[in-house]
């Protein structure tokens, strides 16, 4: 089936309906679809910094946050 099909049938069965439940939960969807997720509009560079750390993170590369706390404070 083609899009633009799919799209008519859709409309149909929207103005068809007097179901609020329904009509909310297609909004909703629509809603969703537009909200990005952070990590799609993050720069590369940051993206790239972050997952350094998980992989230190993993890999037991850490300083314990004391340690850092106190070299700073002095």
Known sequence: MN??????????????????KILESI???????????????????QKQEIEKGLAEI????TVEYERVIKKHRK
């Open 3 to 20: 899009i633009q099909v799919q799209k008519i049938n859709l409309a149909k069965m929207i103005l068809e309906t007097d179901n609020p």
């Open 58 to 61: 993993v890999s037991e590369d």
């Open 27 to 45: 909004k909703n969807i629509f809603v969703k679809a537009k909200q990005q997720d952070f990590w799609q509009t993050m720069p590369d560079e």
